[in-house]
């Protein structure tokens, strides 16, 4: 598995401003996920971010509103702009290792989001 | 199109008892199958998979979780419940065929495990 760690843990932002939250991972990995879940729910993906290159999103998800960075094998970071009470929610990263003859996905803690 | 159910929102076991949280999916080709469990205010742990080989799969905590080909299942089992296993179960699925930036998860909706004293 992997030590996978998120900053900031939660946080409460007003709307219209934007935040970045980190995701930092103790060994290099290929590729890495960004997730938003409502508490109790499922995950949505929002994006998959492959080192040296840009990142892929999913249906309504935009470069825009979800800038993401991938500067190296070990980190990444999301942004969400210019926020709305929607966009309070959990927000997980997720890196994918090789084991026992498949890529299993590990998550970070989240990063849990209140926009007022 | 790929897809996963999760049939039960809830489910309620006694401790001591047996649990079984049910998943059933649907993918073109040979499926990938995940377990991972969130407890409470905390992030997802992978529990086990199914690959090939054996249908029943150990994991963590000591579930496990029985791949049946023929009903397109994977249910997560444990023999005696512990209120500590008391969470938000999921299961997901991938498409063995897909690579790339195709690889994604196609994740259930969850199933809440509470386990009583």
């Known amino acids: 598995s992997a030590v996978i760690s998120q900053k900031p843990s939660r946080d409460i932002c007003q709307r219209g401003t934007s935040l970045t939250i980190q995701c930092q991972v103790d060994?290099?990995?290929?590729?890495m996920f960004w997730y938003r879940q409502q508490p109790g729910q499922s995950l949505t993906l929002i994006a998959t971010a492959n080192q040296g290159s840009e990142a892929t999103y999913e249906s309504g998800f935009v470069i825009d509103k979800f800038p993401i960075s991938r500067p190296n094998l070990t980190f990444s970071t999301l942004t969400v702009s210019n926020m709305s009470p929607e966009d309070s929610s959990i927000y997980l990263c997720s890196v994918e290792i090789r084991a026992r003859g498949t890529d299993t996905q590990y998550f970070g803690p989240g990063t849990r989001l209140t926009v007022l | 199109a790929q897809s996963v159910a999760q049939p039960e929102d809830q489910v309620n076991v006694a401790e001591g008892n047996p649990l079984t949280v049910k998943c059933t999916y649907s993918v073109s080709g040979n499926p990938y199958l995940f377990w991972y469990v969130q407890y409470p205010n905390r992030g997802l742990q992978f529990l086990l998979k199914y690959i090939t080989g054996d249908n029943l799969v150990k994991g963590s905590y000591g579930f496990e979780a029985e791949f049946n080909k023929s009903q397109t299942s994977f249910h997560l089992k444990k023999p005696s419940a512990l209120v500590s296993d008391s969470a938000l179960y999921f299961c997901a699925v991938r498409d063995m065929r897909n690579a790339g930036n195709n690889r994604k998860l196609i994740w259930g909706l969850g199933t809440s495990l509470a386990v009583n004293p």
């Open positions: 060994s290099q990995v290929t590729m």
